[in-house]
């Protein structure tokens, strides 16, 4: 079954609840939604628009609201603005992959496009009270809506009067892809086609540096409900600290959102510590107050990365391959084959003639120079019992060393066949 992207409010709604124990704090999709349109309200906000976003069965949502202030005529800015709407998204999850996060952020109207600040993110695990943080933090960052939508005003209109040429784009997008892990290899596919012939009018030039910021998160529509927003998030730091600050503008911002992260995952942290205590699981150092009961390992929230098969079905190919070249690759024994000299050396030696010394052979050689007529040419080419012996021995190992070669080939070439199966079905896969 295909993953889902955009999808209706009912589909998100109707995703089965899970279980996770005693201790996961369900935050349901329903209660995320009301929550929001309370908050939003009560406020002084109107929602003019509202989109959902979902996995495969659910079990990952996301919802996205164009809202407005009620009293929009008390701003002359925010009256007159007509390029930029204000954002407000949330991400929450069923199957752990996911902690639940909202910001406030801005929306392109011309094309939906969405631009989210780095300071206004926020998430929970789904542990003890969980959804009454969650009710708390929405609150808070609705709060700050207009303290957003101001700075990513002011970084729009920075970025209208940069130039970046086709060179310094491809630049940038070469940071993201193998530096920055921002972008994937089909979102640059989509870039480069937005590049040549744009959707949306963005009233800019290509090498403006407002079309390329679009062309980007235009890119990032097709992107999983889960990392979405922290993809949207990085992208704009991203500008900010290699575009914008090129140009000698600063992040201002006052919440240091790294010292938000590493106080939670301290507090998280603690939290599993005494879930795990109450349970009745022995930490490490107690094992000496009584028999430890069997439990399953608790299940570890990770940040999920990007899926990416195909480097994990290539590298194990190389390894097996590398593998098959160490096993194959035989030495051969070192065989020492006996010259003239030494072959008669060692037939003198049986037979008990006195051995030639080397002036010997050197007198010897001299006289098939001078005389070579008294050679007798069959005696010349006889090869020794010996070394007809030897010679057979190596081409026998060489015929051996021939035959596993052919067979390491034909193992690579069906790797390689293997590998390049994989790379079309993941190419096939579609989000």
């Not at 957003?148 to 970084?155: L, S």
């Not at 590298?315 to 690759?329: G, H, K, L, S």
């Not at 050396?345 to 001299?366: C, H, L, M």
């Not at 007798?376 to 596993?404: G, R």
Request: hydrophobic content about 35%.
């Amino acid at each position: 079954m295909k993953s889902q992207i955009n999808v209706e409010k009912s589909y998100v709604l109707n995703a089965p609840l899970p279980n996770h124990g005693s201790t996961y704090t369900v935050i349901s999709h329903q209660f995320v939604i009301d929550t929001t349109k309370q908050m939003l309200a009560n406020s002084g906000f109107v929602i003019t628009n509202e989109f959902y976003r979902a996995n495969g069965q659910g079990q990952v949502a996301q919802g996205i609201y164009h809202i407005r202030p009620i009293n929009i005529s008390n701003d002359d800015d925010l009256a007159n603005e007509k390029e930029l709407g204000m954002m407000f998204a949330w991400t929450n999850s069923y199957d752990k992959s996911v902690r639940f996060q909202c910001a406030l952020g801005a929306y392109v109207m011309a094309c939906s496009n969405g631009m989210v600040c780095g300071e206004l993110n926020y998430a929970r695990k789904h542990t003890g009270n969980a959804d009454q943080e969650v009710k708390s933090q929405i609150s808070s960052q609705i709060k700050n809506a207009q303290k957003a939508f101001d700075r990513i005003r002011k970084d729009r209109d920075a970025l209208r009067t940069i130039t970046l040429t086709e060179k310094d784009q491809a630049e940038l997008l070469g940071r993201m892809f193998f530096n920055e892990d921002l972008i994937s290899a089909r979102q640059m596919s989509t870039v480069k086609d937005e590049m040549e012939k744009p959707s949306f009018d963005y009233q800019a030039d290509q090498d403006n540096a407002w079309a390329f910021y679009n062309h980007v998160t235009h890119s990032y529509k097709a992107v999983h409900p889960r990392t979405w927003l922290s993809d949207t998030k990085n992208f704009h730091d991203f500008i900010t600290a290699n575009v914008l600050n090129g140009m000698g503008i600063t992040n201002t911002d006052s919440i240091n959102t790294d010292d938000v992260v590493d106080s939670e995952e301290a507090e998280i942290q603690i939290e599993d510590e005494v879930n795990q205590l109450q349970e009745g699981m022995i930490l490490p150092g107690f094992e000496h107050l009584g028999p430890q009961t069997d439990f399953p390992e608790p299940e570890l929230e990770t940040e999920v990365e990007e899926f990416t098969p195909v480097n994990t079905e290539m590298e194990m190919a190389r390894e097996d391959n590398a593998e098959i070249a160490v096993n194959t690759a035989v030495e051969a024994p070192e065989i020492h084959i006996e010259s003239d000299l030494e072959y008669t050396e060692r037939v003198a030696s049986i037979e008990g003639e006195p051995e030639k010394t080397d002036n010997d052979w050197s007198i010897d050689k001299a006289k098939e120079v001078e005389f070579p007529q008294q050679i007798d040419s069959s005696e010349s080419e006889e090869t020794p019992p010996a070394m007809e012996e030897t010679y057979d021995l190596v081409k026998e190992q060489q015929a051996d060393e021939e035959a596993d070669m052919i067979k390491t080939e034909e193992i690579i070439e069906e790797k390689e066949e293997e590998i390049d199966d994989i790379i079309d079905e993941t190419f096939d896969f579609e989000i």
